[in-house]
Structures are given as C-alpha cells and as structure tokens.
C-alpha cells in the first residue's frame, strides 16, 4: 500500500507537468500560427528582369560626330510577390511588380517548386495583374478569399510576401503581423501620379516592405482580405503606413481580366470642367448658381449619361454619395465601378436639384 502511494505521488507531478506541456503547445499554435498554414503555402515569390539600354559616354565620337554612339545592354532583376487565388492556377500580384519588365525569370512556392506561368491580362489603374500556371494545378495550395466589406478596425491581419529579393537564398515567404488601422480609405490622386485608382484601401500596421507587394494580407482565419501594395514613407522602408487593395475589389478585377483579358474600362459617356476653372461671367451667363461641381461640357449622343437624361449644362454635385468638385474626382468613381454597376448623379439643373440613375457601360474605341 505504501509502494502505491509512493508511486502516485511520483506520477502527479509528471502528469501536471505533461497537461502543462500540453498548454503551452496549444497557446504556441495559436490563430495567427494557424492562418500562416493556411495561406501561406499558396504564397509565390516572382522574380522579373529588364533590359535596359544606356548609352556610353565616348568624348571622341562625341567630338567628330563619327559612327553610332556606343549602345551597353544591362540586366535589372526585379522581385515581387503574389499567390494562387483559385484551384484553376490563376495568380494574384501587382501591376507594378511586371510593369517595367522584360520577362518573368521565375514563380517559386514557398516549398521550392518552380512554376511555368503565362500572363492572363492586366489593370493599370488598379494596381492588379493575373498570371496562371500552365498544365495541371489540381496539386497546387491556394489561398481562399475572405470578405474585406466585414473588415473591424482593431483586428489581426498577417502580411505575407518576400520583402528580401535576393538577399535570402530560400523561398520561404516572410510574415508580418498587425492590425486592420483603418478601413476604406481614399488616397489622394496624386499618389501614382493620378494613374491608379488607389481608393477604398485598407491601411495596415503590418510591415509592408519592397518586395512585399503583390503578396496577401490574411485575416486570423486564414483568408485573404487584400493584396499588399504600398506604403507611405520617407525613408523607403517600412514606418507603420501600409495599404492594401480590398479582396472583393481584387476579385471583380480577377473576374474581368480572366474572362475578357483585360479588365473593361467604364465610362459614363460626359466630359466636363470643374466649376471653380470656368469663367465667372461664363457661367453666370449660363443660369448656373451652384458654388461647386463639375460643369457637364461634352456628352456623348447614345452613351450611359445622355441616355439617362444628363445634358450639357448640367453641374454634377456627387456620384454615389462622392461629391465631384474637379473631373478627376468623376474619373476616379467611375474607374472604380464595372460595367453594368448602377450610379446615381445628384445634378443642379438651372439651380434645381434632381437625381439621375444610368448603369455604367464600357467606353467606346476612339471616344
């Protein structure tokens, strides 16, 4: 009886001490640890190159003006990230990640596999690009796609990219960890030079960094809510600013490149002026009283807006609850939007209000 009791004793410490072991375990593979297993598989690491022609600085050619100058190819190598978005093979990175290249030298999975890709079609203005793995990809991890409209400010993402480039020998993605700092945010025009329509982002605290872009922003469950693009800094490196393009927005441009080649550019078929730039003594000419807007100047006979009703004269106040005080602003709503969408224009008309509905259609060649 006593041995028994010794050899209980004996027991109870080990079996706290394995139900400890087994605590820590769980907490170690916690929801983030868990997401990363998730996604991080379908992560791919894409390396591009350029060829870039520079002319060699000769004094003597330069002097007599004899012969062609002398002409030196140079190799760059470009590096970015991206991720299979469907069990079809079809890839998700940035425009900009292949904008300037020459050639895609190389896709890589995380586990070292080399992937032979070809180009889908391209968004400029969104910052989006498609590539699809060619042959069979019934074998190939992907990432599933969350809903970024359920985004909460305040909780956990996992940026997962290859911000090194050549410096790190391996494949294996690197993960950040943040949250979600604010959601649907608008940047000025100006960021890309007015070219992109970097609107409704998610901005991010997770490290975002060179090389980054094109990879996934992940929730705690594993599903992507955005594709990592760029960051405020004035440093070039990483200083808390990162934003991504929302998931469902990815997935209507994936849609559209997939299907059509390229992603449909919408248009709402009027040109126009902001109010601010027209002549005063112009517009009082003209009956129009409003203080800001877009002054219609040009419609097109058989487009969305001269359909529904919009003619020249007309002051475009707001699209869609957006108010419109230059044409800039009505470019980037309506970039924004896909064919067959709806938009609804708030107008003053001769100093009355009223609301206007058209469905967006796709611009014609040469207009």
Known sequence: MKKCLILACCALPLLAFSARAESVDQSRRNAIVRAIEKAGPAVVTINTVSIRRERLADPFFELFQFGRPAVRERTVEGIGSGFIMDPQGHIITNYHVLQDADAISSVTLSDGRRLD?????TDERSDLAVLKVRGDARDLPFARPGDSESLMVGEWVIAIGNPFGTMIRDPQ???????????????SREVGGGERLYQDMIQTDAAINPGNSGGPLVNAAGEVVGVNTMIFSNTGGYQGLGFAIPVNRMRRVADEIITYGKRRDPWFGFRGEALGEVNPYALKQLGITAERGVLVTEMVKGGAAFDAGL???DVVLEINGQPTEHPTDVDFINWDLFIGDKA???VDRAGVQQRISLTVREARRGV
Do not use: K, T
């Not at 890709?117 to 079609?121: C, Q, T, W």
């Open 117 to 121: 890709v070809e180009l889908v079609g």
């Open 173 to 187: 993605p690197s993960v950040s960890v943040g949250v979600v700092s604010a959601n649907h945010r608008r940047v």
């Open 311 to 313: 003619q020249p004269g």
């Open 344 to 346: 609804e224009f708030l």
